[in-house]
């Protein structure tokens, strides 16, 4: 074999290996494993190790990443649980192993680095029909047998971590839809991206979609205003009506939170006319459509009336897993009924009760979209935590419980933090000390990767992690990379309400795209769309 011939060998692999990584990242865990392996096999086979170590260390951006995940493997000397600390190094991995490998093997050509983004947005897009096909049944969903929250339509990664792909797949596909030439490419690309945005608002990824219209605001600004201006202003133009029309239906959304119905206390009855007593929780504040949800209960005969109605014991739960009773204590709310009795119970439909049976809490979801209902519940949520009510089980109010606690513990450890096995074990031990009203079951970790970095290492590692972070952006400049630039707003927006590093796939998807995008995207100006634009 030639030397030539093996160098396209090589690169073969290597490019396979992206590929296969970029895959199984979305599919499969296992295969991403494996596929790291081939590509660190790869890089022995090649040889010429002196160089291109000498090529790794003269790279402050790949030095500032692997120190990143050394920073890890040294926080186990502090740390008591060593389990869990040598699974979290196992977990990021990637984060030293692909910038390693990355920023010492020849850059991708133009061909390799469009053969790599398109499959990766076709995985992504297999992932979504998949999804679909869950949605309406063809395929069973994971570990239940059929969906009772939209999130349980991606079995193949979370509905966070799907999403910040799609989002990563859109903004890849605008680019090759205002580059390519091809009419019909351009067609078929400008379809799948408006696909992508159709699916996340299927996914109800509040996340998600935060990402997309904030990225798109900074690219309409910058990117396409010096490239593009009439396309730049046109979207900007269609951003804002579009923030606009959300911030109307927010407003009238989170309006029956605010008009709530007056009541006098005094006057408020404690028998029904069925002289049956009423339960009035004078100290809570919880409202459905401005009705208040903890007033006028008449359990018994709202307990007699479900049972003739419904399979479902009132003492058992509905499809979400909440109890039954609550459910249909806030549906009877949200009707409008200050009294919850025999009477407002006779008011349900059929239809009616099958909603409270799958989960619906206020009557309204019969006539908002999944994304509309989801931005009420919420309001809701957050209504609720203000007023002082328990935020178990809501993913929005439950992360400003996992914030406080994680400061808490930040204050107690910021100079060298917990070490890298305590995090979880310094987590349980705050929620006690903190009496937090936080059920057992929700003592979760802090949902923040800036947080959960500060705890494990302190304020010095919360910093090294941020200097990997900015020091490629500003001090190498990629601030005129439109790839790097987008999957950076990503990461960081992501950082902000998830522990984006601290499973396999979102690990995997930080160092993948920041090493490709970072090492070994193409250095022609086509790929540098800012440079190019002498910015």
Same mark, same amino acid.
């Given at each position: 074999?030639?030397?030539?011939?093996?160098?396209?060998?090589?690169?073969?692999?290597?490019?396979?290996?992206?590929?296969?990584?970029?895959?199984?990242?979305?599919?499969?865990?296992?295969?991403?494993?494996?596929?790291?392996?081939?590509?660190?096999?790869?890089?022995?086979?090649?040889?010429?190790?002196?160089?291109?170590?000498?090529?790794?260390?003269?790279?402050?951006?790949?030095?500032?990443?692997?120190?990143?995940?050394?920073?890890?493997?040294?926080?186990?000397?502090?740390?008591?649980?060593?389990?869990?600390?040598?699974?979290?190094?196992?977990?990021?991995?990637?984060?030293?192993?692909?910038?390693?490998?990355?920023?010492?093997?020849?850059?991708?050509?133009?061909?390799?680095?469009?053969?790599?983004?398109?499959?990766?947005?076709?995985?992504? $897009?297999? %992932?979504? *029909?998949?999804?679909?096909?869950? +949605?309406? &049944? /063809?395929?069973?969903?994971?570990? #239940?047998?059929? !969906?009772?929250?939209?999130?349980?339509?991606?079995?193949?990664?979370?509905?966070?971590?799907?999403?910040?792909?799609?989002?990563?797949?859109?903004?890849?596909?605008?680019?090759?839809?205002?580059?390519?030439?091809?009419?019909?490419?351009?067609?078929?690309?400008?379809?799948?991206?408006?696909? $992508?945005? %159709?699916? *996340?608002?299927?996914?109800?990824? +509040?996340? &998600? /979609?935060?990402?997309?219209?904030? #990225?798109?605001? !900074?690219?309409?600004?910058?990117?396409?205003?010096?490239?593009?201006?009439?396309?730049?202003?046109?979207?900007?133009?269609?951003?804002?009506?579009?923030?606009?029309?959300?911030?109307?239906?927010?407003?009238?959304?989170?309006?029956?939170?605010?008009?709530?119905?007056?009541?006098?206390?005094?006057?408020?009855?404690?028998?029904?006319?069925?002289?049956?007593?009423?339960?009035?929780?004078?100290?809570?504040?919880?409202?459905?459509?401005?009705?208040?949800?903890?007033?006028?209960?008449?359990?018994?005969?709202?307990?007699?009336?479900?049972?003739?109605?419904?399979?479902?014991?009132?003492?058992?739960?509905?499809?979400?897993?909440?109890?039954?009773?609550?459910?249909?204590?806030?549906?009877?709310?949200?009707?409008?009924?200050?009294?919850?009795?025999?009477?407002?119970?006779?008011?349900?439909?059929?239809?009616?009760?099958?909603?409270?049976?799958?989960?619906?809490?206020?009557?309204?979801?019969?006539?908002?979209?999944?994304?509309?209902?989801?931005?009420?519940?919420?309001?809701?949520?957050?209504?609720?935590?203000?007023?002082?009510?328990?935020?178990?089980?809501?993913?929005?109010?439950?992360?400003?419980?996992?914030?406080?606690?994680?400061?808490?513990?930040?204050?107690?450890?910021?100079?060298?933090?917990?070490?890298?096995?305590?995090?979880?074990?310094?987590?349980?031990?705050?929620?006690?000390?903190?009496?937090?009203?936080?059920?057992?079951?929700?003592?979760?970790?802090?949902?923040?990767?800036?947080?959960?970095?500060?705890?494990?290492?302190?304020?010095?590692?919360?910093?090294?992690?941020?200097?990997?972070?900015?020091?490629?952006?500003?001090?190498?400049?990629?601030?005129?990379?439109?790839?790097?630039?987008?999957?950076?707003?990503?990461?960081?927006?992501?950082?902000?309400?998830?522990?984006?590093?601290?499973?396999?796939?979102?690990?995997?998807?930080?160092?993948?795209?920041?090493?490709?995008?970072?090492?070994?995207?193409?250095?022609?100006?086509?790929?540098?769309?800012?440079?190019?634009?002498?910015?």
């Amino acid at each position: 074999m030639t030397f030539s011939e093996r160098n396209l060998l090589h690169s073969r692999v290597y490019l396979t290996g992206l590929i296969l990584l970029s895959l199984g990242m979305i599919f499969s865990g296992p295969v991403a494993s494996m596929s790291i392996m081939l590509l660190g096999a790869n890089w022995f086979a090649e040889g010429n190790y002196r160089e291109r170590l000498r090529t790794f260390f003269h790279n402050t951006s790949a030095v500032l990443l692997s120190l990143f995940f050394l920073l890890h493997v040294i926080g186990l000397s502090w740390s008591s649980d060593m389990n869990f600390g040598l699974n979290d190094v196992r977990i990021k991995i990637p984060l030293f192993v692909l910038p390693f490998i990355v920023s010492t093997t020849p850059r991708l050509s133009i061909r390799n680095f469009r053969l790599f983004c398109a499959f990766f947005v076709t995985g992504v $897009f297999v %992932t979504t *029909l998949i999804s679909m096909a869950v +949605l309406k &049944g /063809l395929i069973p969903a994971r570990e #239940v047998k059929t !969906v009772q929250d939209i999130r349980d339509i991606s079995i193949f990664v979370s509905h966070i971590r799907l999403s910040l792909m799609i989002c990563l797949s859109i903004f890849t596909l605008l680019y090759f839809i205002i580059k390519h030439s091809a009419p019909l490419a351009r067609v078929a690309a400008s379809l799948l991206l408006l696909w $992508f945005i %159709t699916f *996340l608002t299927i996914l109800e990824s +509040l996340t &998600g /979609l935060s990402i997309l219209i904030f #990225v798109s605001l !900074v690219l309409a600004i910058t990117y396409f205003n010096s490239k593009r201006p009439l396309l730049g202003r046109t979207i900007l133009a269609g951003l804002l009506a579009g923030l606009v029309i959300i911030g109307a239906q927010v407003y009238s959304i989170a309006r029956s939170f605010l008009e709530v119905k007056p009541i006098t206390y005094s006057s408020l009855r404690t028998t029904s006319p069925h002289r049956n007593p009423y339960m009035n929780d004078t100290t809570s504040a919880m409202v459905e459509n401005g009705t208040y949800v903890r007033l006028g209960i008449c359990w018994e005969e709202l307990r007699k009336g479900w049972e003739q109605k419904s399979t479902i014991p009132f003492g058992g739960s509905d499809s979400k897993g909440n109890l039954v009773s609550t459910t249909l204590n806030r549906y009877l709310a949200s009707l409008g009924f200050l009294y919850k009795d025999s009477a407002a119970f006779a008011t349900l439909t059929p239809a009616d009760i099958q909603l409270i049976e799958s989960g619906v809490t206020n009557c309204r979801f019969k006539r908002l979209s999944s994304l509309q209902a989801r931005v009420y519940e919420t309001i809701w949520e957050v209504d609720v935590y203000l007023k002082g009510d328990n935020p178990s089980g809501h993913s929005m109010t439950m992360r400003f419980e996992f914030w406080k606690t994680g400061w808490h513990i930040v204050q107690k450890h910021w100079l060298w933090g917990t070490g890298t096995g305590d995090v979880q074990k310094s987590f349980n031990e705050q929620y006690l000390i903190d009496h937090s009203a936080l059920e057992e079951r929700w003592h979760l970790r802090g949902h923040n990767q800036y947080l959960a970095i500060a705890i494990a290492f302190g304020f010095p590692g919360l910093l090294l992690f941020l200097a990997s972070l900015f020091y490629p952006l500003l001090h190498g400049k990629m601030y005129r990379n439109y790839f790097y630039v987008v999957f950076w707003m990503i990461a960081m927006i992501s950082f902000l309400t998830e522990d984006t590093l601290e499973t396999q796939a979102g690990a995997t998807f930080f160092s993948l795209f920041n090493s490709v995008f970072l090492f070994a995207r193409p250095q022609e100006p086509e790929y540098d769309p800012y440079q190019s634009a002498g910015k």
